[in-house]
């Protein structure tokens, strides 16, 4: 048989959808077992169950004015012509309660924030107050509860504060603060591996021979891995042979998600679905319907590890990362994968071949009627620099061969500022 006879039998067999392929993915990822952690480190972190306050917020009734507080009663029929006079006896400041309590007739200055004191139902502001020496000029009536926070009133104690799954962001981590959640219950973090095929790559340290080229998939693709709260456990060259290949993936199967880039094809020197057959990996697909990305491959490590086999050109890998380890990591997280796709509006007609979906790189705009997607000038899927700048990558369907301006279509989301989020 020839060569080109081997090569054409070892394609895919039939290249899947992205949905299809995205619903095996997922099929495959259980969200992982929870870990206390202080609170200092919970930053991004995703809390593994439903928060149930230990402490009521507001603690005690408290004051939401600068003013005094008083007898709402005290207060009745009082206008600027006709002022109600009080006696002051004495302050409650923020942190610093009033000493006594208060009986009718009488005032206590409060600050924003300080305790209510005993015996007093209501605060009056201090603009419609005049104060004279001990007594103060009160030019307004109040409510009973006029401009009194209640204990309690933003949060109960026992009551539901934030449900699992949520990723814990600067209101969260605010939120876990104010109830003492010291040790919150975080989903544990995946270890993810990455190792990066081809004799050609260099580190952007080395000098640069003929026929060799920059690896940057072992930095967009830890990267794209830790935005998404993977703890990369692994980062290695690989070189393009059956042994150095399989001695590296032997090695790195160990996680919850094993990452190689490149070497996934059918060229005489791609060896990654040969050494994960050797080592026992299952197929769950190989060959996707899209550009960039077509090569994908999809298995599973005798220990239950995710393993997938990325095409080697530098945004293959992060467009095929993004689309199908990113909703693994979200599901293991306990987080919707859907939380990252919208749809929007293309801004100009496009056309390309029916056969494969794809993944253009694209900006977003918000207009009045929603999201609208303008593709990015360069989709060749070794132009890296084509991902800076974009912010989504806009889905174009397989059978579609030219789609209007205006027509809406599924767009997966990137990390803000390419990774500074942990969505
Ligand atoms: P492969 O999938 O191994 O055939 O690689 C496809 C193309 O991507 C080749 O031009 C490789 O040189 C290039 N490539 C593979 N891995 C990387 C990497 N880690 N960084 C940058 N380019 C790469
Ligand atoms: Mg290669």
């Known amino acids: 048989m020839s060569l080109a006879a081997i ?19 997922l099929a495959a990822a259980a969200p992982l077992d929870a870990e206390k952690i202080p609170l200092d480190e919970a930053l991004g972190r995703v809390l593994a169950d439903e928060l ?24 009745r029929g009082a206008t600027p012509e006709s002022p109600a006079s009080l006696q002051v006896v004495g302050e409650s400041r923020a942190g610093h309660p009033a000493s006594g309590s208060l ?10 924030g300080a305790m209510v004191p005993d015996g007093a139902d209501a605060v009056i502001r201090v603009e419609d107050t005049r104060r004279q020496g001990d007594t ?9 509860g006029g401009s009194i926070r209640r204990a309690g009133e933003d949060i109960e104690i026992g009551a539901p504060v934030i449900g699992g799954g949520t990723l814990i962001g600067a209101a969260e981590w605010g939120v876990l603060a104010s109830v003492a959640a010291v040790e919150p219950s975080v989903v544990r973090r995946p270890r ?9 790559l260099r580190g952007p340290g080395e000098s640069l021979g003929p026929g060799q080229i920059r690896n940057s998939s072992s930095w967009t693709v830890p990267a794209l891995a830790t935005a998404y709260g993977a703890e990369v456990t692994v980062t290695t060259k690989v070189a393009d042979t ?25 060229g005489e020197h791609d060896h990654v679905k040969g050494a994960l057959s050797d080592l026992g990996v299952e197929q769950i697909f190989w060959g996707v319907a899209l550009r ?24 293959s890998a992060m467009v095929t990362f993004l689309l199908f380890a990113r909703p693994a990591l979200l599901r293991m997280a306990g987080r919707d994968p859907e939380s990252v796709r919208t749809t929007a509006a293309l801004s100009a007609p496009t056309s390309k071949p029916s056969g494969r979906a794809h993944a253009a790189r694209c900006s977003l705009t918000l207009t009045s009627t929603g999201w609208k997607a303008e593709l990015m000038p360069h989709q060749g899927s070794h132009v890296l620099t084509s991902m800076i700048g974009a912010d989504a990558l806009a889905l174009i369907p397989t059978d579609a061969e030219s789609l209007e301006a205006g027509e809406r279509v599924v767009v997966e989301l990137l990390p803000e500022g390419g990774v500074g989020s942990r969505r």
Do not use: H, W, Y
């Open 103 to 112: 009986a009718p007739g009488e005032a206590i200055a409060i600050s924003t």
């Open 136 to 144: 103060v000029a009160v030019s307004a009536a109040v409510e009973p």
């Open 242 to 266: 059956p042994e150095a290949t399989r001695e590296a993936l032997d090695q790195a199967l160990g996680g919850e998600m094993t990452v190689i880039c490149g070497g996934v094809s059918v």
């Open 192 to 200: 993810v591996a990455v190792l990066a095929t081809g004799d050609e």
């Open 292 to 315: 960039p990305g077509k090569p994908t491959f999809f298995g599973r490590a005798a220990g239950g590890g995710l393993v997938l086999g990325l095409p080697g050109n530098p945004v």
């Open 7 to 25: 090569i054409g039998g070892m394609k895919p067999a039939k290249l899947i959808e992205i949905e299809r392929a995205r619903e095996l993915v």
């Open 52 to 75: 149930s306050s230990p402490e009521q917020v507001p603690a005690f009734d408290n004051s939401a004015m600068d003013g005094f507080a008083l007898l709402s009663a005290d207060t």
